[in-house]
């Protein structure tokens, strides 16, 4: 076997079907067309290594199915599926599952085990020293975020449905396999875990470049996590193969139009996130300067605030230029409360959702460590997708300004 | 009342029985759970013999335990078989039936996620399946043990060398000397609920993860119990 770090793998279905048992004979209808859950239909999917590939649609619909037989839990009754060129079906099954990441809803984590014993299932499998089972568990452990001094020894009841979710998708990384297979692998935490959990991925994976099959029946989480999305109808057929933007902006079909939603175009505003955004320079004071030359430069600005700052540059609040003092200097106290802060992961959509829920019109954008990097205002958010894509996201919408 | 006196001449004969009452119930129990375990196994590899295996194993349960005595005393005479296999026969209905439902307790997620990280059958038996059926499995040897705990003081049906402390129950009985009963009784009651505690804390000691982890300790629903009524004189 050859040992070269291999760090994605394309993933093709070709002509791809899965028939579940022959349908019962009745009496009083001809051929039995309707199809079982779960079904498969000469599914055909090109999926470029390095790439997340979102296959999306209602239950039932064979997207699960699909996921399982790229490591045979489930046989294809017919076509054949080419993991880097070679098909899956002629490699022995258990060295193959061993090369692909799996990871599952419920976890499916070892309740016996401890963390770290999960963790290193994989490269233990595979029949790597014990010693640097360990040492990569911890490095996985530590990559998803969770303290392995704190939480190598613990069993996955001791963890919340977030933690576990986190060392489930550990565990399918130890072995770096080239490709993951991930079934609604956020599906069983609270909105909010869940959110951070994709981010985190994201960044994860900008990093890590696998190929992924990603299962959902979420088409905000399809639109945020694939690079490409797959949108599966009834029956196991694919209704749209594309991009996320292409499907927001040309929905193939009734059914896509329907199932990515009557607000595709707000959808739209979660495709771009405020990195693309030209910010605007704020007016800065800094904690302790003199008061005096500072509200003449706010003053100076058509924009009434001056944002006031700390020594590590990290925005504190707000202080209207006519609250600020001619003499003395500017401290903590002056300020009122902030805008958001927005940073340049977040979406057009999340930072629009912010800044009406706080009821203000500009947002602050910072930096990983905090600092400020800019402002974003309604405005700029406007000029950027009106400069941006085909189709106006508010067009049709009457949005009123 | 009580004579204390008779209890204290022979405290020697007391010790000897309880030895030996264990002694009789660990065969069983033993002999029990290694035929009970094989054919648990059998039913994990082959599903349609569990209907047969476990109705046969609850037939066997409802014989009257003096039946059988007499009728293999023609076969093997008075001795440990005649004891043994009667006790053995009974502790299979509540065994295989929980180390069955032991190996069944394994989460579909857990084998899902087990086949998918490349375990094939038989290391996923071994390190998933297996050490996960232990909570439900040391919960049919916690009945097991205590009814054949019970049970061994029937044998002593089969004469003095037999029975455990039940030789002081039968020979009390006879000689309306209720003294000597209450030496055979209480002593087994005791020992059945020593050992009943000693198996909680070997489970406790083989599930430390069920100790963090309330739902997957068996529910009462989980754990089987055999028929009801159980096997009398």
């Known amino acids: 076997m050859t040992k070269e770090r291999a760090t994605a793998a394309t993933v093709e279905f070709e002509h791809v079907s899965k028939v579940y048992g022959p349908a019962p004979a009745r009496p009083h209808s001809g051929a039995g067309q309707t199809p079982t859950p779960g079904a498969v239909n000469d599914l055909s999917l090109s999926i470029p290594a390095g790439k997340i590939c979102v296959l999306v649609g209602p239950s039932g619909c064979g997207k699960t199915t699909s996921l399982k037989m790229v490591n045979r839990l489930i046989e294809p009754t017919s076509g054949r599926i080419l993991l880097g060129g070679v098909d899956a079906a002629s490699r022995d099954v258990t060295e193959l599952r061993r090369g692909i990441g799996y990871v599952i809803q419920q976890t499916g984590l070892f309740p016996h085990q401890t963390i770290i014993e999960n963790v290193g299932t994989v490269p233990r499998l595979l029949g790597w020293p014990a010693a640097r089972v360990k040492e990569r568990s911890e490095e996985l452990l530590g990559l998803v975020g969770l303290d392995p001094a704190r939480y190598a020894g613990r069993f996955p009841g001791q963890l919340s449905g977030g933690e576990r979710q986190r060392v489930g998708v550990a565990r399918a990384l130890a072995a770096d396999p080239p490709i993951m297979l991930m079934d609604e692998p956020f599906g069983a935490v609270d909105p909010i875990v869940r959110e951070r959990l994709q981010h985190e991925f994201l960044r994860l994976q900008e990093e890590l470049a696998k190929t992924i099959l990603f299962v959902t029946h979420d088409i905000d989480e399809a639109i945020r996590m694939g690079d490409l999305v797959a949108v599966f109808e009834q029956g196991g057929r694919v209704a749209q193969y594309g991009t996320p933007t292409e499907l927001l902006a040309n929905p193939a079909s009734d059914f896509v139009a329907r199932f990515v939603g009557a607000d595709r175009g707000l959808k739209r505003l979660s495709l771009s996130r405020i990195s693309e955004v030209e910010l605007r320079p704020a007016v800065v004071g800094r904690i302790g300067e003199p008061a005096g030359p500072a509200g003449k430069r706010a003053a100076a600005d058509p924009f009434p605030y001056l944002l006031l700052v700390d020594a590590a540059d990290r925005p504190v609040g707000w202080v209207r230029d006519l609250d600020i003092p001619g003499d003395g200097v500017l401290t903590e106290a002056m300020a009122i409360p902030m805008s958001p802060l927005l940073s340049g992961q977040t979406t057009l959509k999340d930072a629009l959702s912010m800044m009406l829920d706080a009821d203000v019109h500009t947002g602050i954008v910072v930096d990983r460590d905090g600092r400020l990097k800019g402002l974003v205002t309604t405005d700029l958010i406007g000029a950027f997708l009106q400069s941006h894509g085909s189709v106006s996201p508010l067009a049709g919408s009457q949005a009123g300004s | ?233």
């Open chain 2, 1 to 233: 009342m009580i004579d204390w006196g008779w209890i204290g001449d022979h405290l020697g004969a007391i010790l000897s029985r309880t030895i030996q009452h264990l002694e009789l119930a660990a065969i069983a129990v033993l002999f029990g759970f290694a035929i009970s375990f094989a054919l648990a196994v059998l039913v994990q590899s082959r599903r349609s013999t569990y209907p047969l295996i476990s109705g046969f194993a609850g037939l066997l349960y409802t014989i009257p335990s003096l039946a059988v005595f007499a009728a293999l005393v023609s076969v093997t005479g008075l001795t440990i078989y005649t004891a043994e296999i009667p006790l053995i026969m009974y502790t299979l209905v509540i065994l295989v039936r929980n180390i069955v439902a032991g190996f069944d307790a394994t989460p579909g997620d857990v084998l899902d996620a087990a086949d998918g990280m490349g375990y094939n059958r038989r290391e996923r038996f071994q390190r998933i399946v297996l050490p996960l059926s232990v909570p439900l499995m040391v919960a049919g040897l916690r009945l097991a043990s205590v009814s054949t705990i019970g049970l061994v003081t029937i044998t002593a049906t089969l004469g003095d060398s037999f029975g455990g402390l039940g030789f002081f129950i039968f020979e009390g009985y006879h000689r309306f000397f209720p003294t000597e009963i209450l030496t055979g009784a209480v002593p087994s009651i005791l020992l059945a609920i020593a050992i009943d505690l000693i198996l909680v804390r070997v489970q406790r000691r083989l599930t430390p993860w069920a100790s963090s982890q309330p739902p997957s300790r068996p529910t009462f629903e989980q754990i089987v119990v055999g028929p009801a009524g159980g096997p009398t004189g």
